[in-house]
Structures are given as structure tokens and as C-alpha cells.
């Protein structure tokens, strides 16, 4: 399997802020990397495919890029209903893996 | 908008069989890709399988061994059934849809406790 490594396990953000956080596959995935997001007791929301691309209907703030084994979805002026676990989800292989999960906290 | 309902007991007792049902409204389940996925309290996502458009089926090897999938296509839904179940089966389930490779449409979960 396909081991997703996300850093850091939680950031502590302000409003406005620009976040940043890291997936990193354990072999390469070409560009076969998605984002999620997941509020307390909600299902995930899917933000970003095959890397770069974003799902329709998703604030333009949101950013990926990456590709091989070293991935990043990019925030880049944090909003209040932001705050949320982000997931990464590699789609190269099967099974179909995820990262452990990125909390963003309200600083 | 392609919707799904996850359903089905929210209690099993360990050793049994932990049946649920997730019925689809607003897209045809004779396309696309039907996901199940697992996430146990307070932990990340776990992937269990998928059941294609033509029906074939692929299984996370964690779990193949006492996984089933299948499909009601005269009822537009899709099925899991895991036996042989311990607490660590303990989780909320999700169906999703997807086209292959990414989850684009999930139901809103529903909690599973394994527990005597």
C-alpha cells in the first residue's frame, strides 16, 4: 500500500492567514493526489483532483500543486468557515490511501 | 445534485455480520464508481471498496477476506456487508461516489458500534 504522510498534524491560524500543508507519498504517485476537507460531524468535502485542479465550485483561496511524492494544498487567506480537518488521498494505486489528517485551528 | 443515504443498524454485536445500504437519488448507479469508507471515532479514513458501473468490484486487502459489495440497480443502491466483526470495526461509514479514483459525492455518514 501506498503510505500518505501529511505535516503538520495541526496549525494554529489567525484569519487572513496563508496556510500551507504537506502530503508526501511513499513512492510516486504522478499527479494522482486529491484534498478533502472535513468539518466535526460532516462528511468530507472533496476540494481538489489530480493534484492541481479544483472542483467546481470551490473559493478560488484554495490551491494545490505537487506531483511525484511531495504535495501541497495552499490556503491563501484563511476564512472563518475554513477551520476544518484537511485529508489527502493518493488515487495512483489501489487500495486508495489517505493522509492522516491536517487539523486547522483558530489561533 | 446526486445524493446518497447511508442506512441500516447502528448496533452489531462482535462476530456478526454488520449490513448497511446506501441508496442513491439523482444519478443513475449504472455509472460512475460506489465507494464505502470507514472512519473509527476521533481517527482519519480508511477506503473498503468500490462496485463499478459494470459491476465489478475491487477490495482494500485489510478487509477483503470478510468484505462483500454488490448492487440493486432496480433500487439504485449499493450494499456493504463486513462480517465477522470486532470493536475495531467501530466507525462511521460513508458511501461516496466517484469516477474511478476520487470521492466527489459522500452521504452524510452513519455510526457503526460493534458491541455485545
Known amino acids: 500500500d501506498i503510505q500518505m504522510t501529511q505535516s503538520p498534524s495541526s496549525v494554529s491560524a489567525s484569519v487572513g492567514d496563508r496556510v500551507t500543508i504537506s502530503c508526501r507519498a511513499s513512492q510516486g504517485i504522478s499527479s494522482w493526489l486529491a484534498w478533502y476537507q472535513q468539518k466535526p460531524g460532516k462528511a468530507p468535502k472533496f476540494l481538489i483532483y489530480?493534484?492541481?485542479s479544483l472542483q467546481s465550485g470551490v473559493p478560488s483561496r484554495f490551491s494545490g500543486s505537487g506531483s511525484g511524492t511531495d504535495f501541497t494544498l495552499t490556503i491563501s487567506s484563511l476564512q472563518p468557515e475554513d477551520f476544518a480537518t484537511y485529508y489527502c488521498?493518493?488515487?495512483?494505486?489501489?487500495?486508495?490511501?489517505f493522509g492522516q489528517g491536517t487539523k486547522v485551528e483558530i489561533k | 445534485q446526486v445524493q446518497l443515504q447511508e442506512s441500516g443498524p447502528g448496533l452489531v454485536k462482535p462476530s456478526e455480520t454488520l449490513s448497511l445500504t446506501c441508496t442513491v437519488s439523482g444519478d443513475s448507479i449504472s455509472s460512475y464508481y460506489w465507494s464505502w469508507i470507514r472512519q473509527p471515532p476521533g481517527e482519519g479514513l480508511e477506503w473498503i471498496g468500490y462496485i463499478s458501473y459494470s459491476g465489478s468490484t475491487s477490495y482494500n486487502p485489510s478487509l477483503k477476506s470478510r468484505v462483500t459489495i454488490s448492487v440493486d440497480t432496480s433500487k439504485n443502491r449499493f450494499s456493504l456487508k463486513l462480517s465477522s466483526v470486532t470493536a475495531a470495526d467501530t466507525a462511521v461509514y460513508y458511501c461516496?461516489?466517484?469516477?474511478?479514483?476520487?470521492?466527489?459525492?459522500w452521504g452524510q455518514g452513519t455510526l457503526v458500534t460493534v458491541s455485545s
Open positions: 489530480a493534484a492541481s
Open positions: 488521498q493518493q488515487a495512483n494505486s489501489l487500495p486508495w490511501t
Open positions: 461516496a461516489r466517484g469516477a474511478g479514483t476520487y470521492f466527489q459525492h
